[in-house]
């Protein structure tokens, strides 16, 4: 159980040393933009994992043939 707590604790801690570095360079509302998109990309991701959504087709577009 104290090994579950020391990681909560470093997790956090990043959390907020990142929100506070955004916070000071890029401002208020810009950080607050950054989290939503941030959480709708996380968001959308586990949806594609969620429904087995198979994106492969995405990579045969971009391969190069030679």
């Not at 360079?25 to 594609?48: D, H, N, P, S």
Request: no cysteine; charged share 15%.
């Amino acid at each position: 159980m104290k090994d579950k707590m020391s990681i909560n604790i470093g997790v956090g801690s990043a959390l907020g040393f990142i929100i506070s570095s955004l916070l000071v360079t890029v401002g208020f509302w810009k950080t607050i933009i950054i989290m939503i998109v941030t959480l709708l990309a996380g968001w959308i991701g586990y949806l594609f994992k969620e429904y087995d959504i198979d994106l492969s087709f995405i990579s045969k577009i971009f391969t190069r043939k030679n």
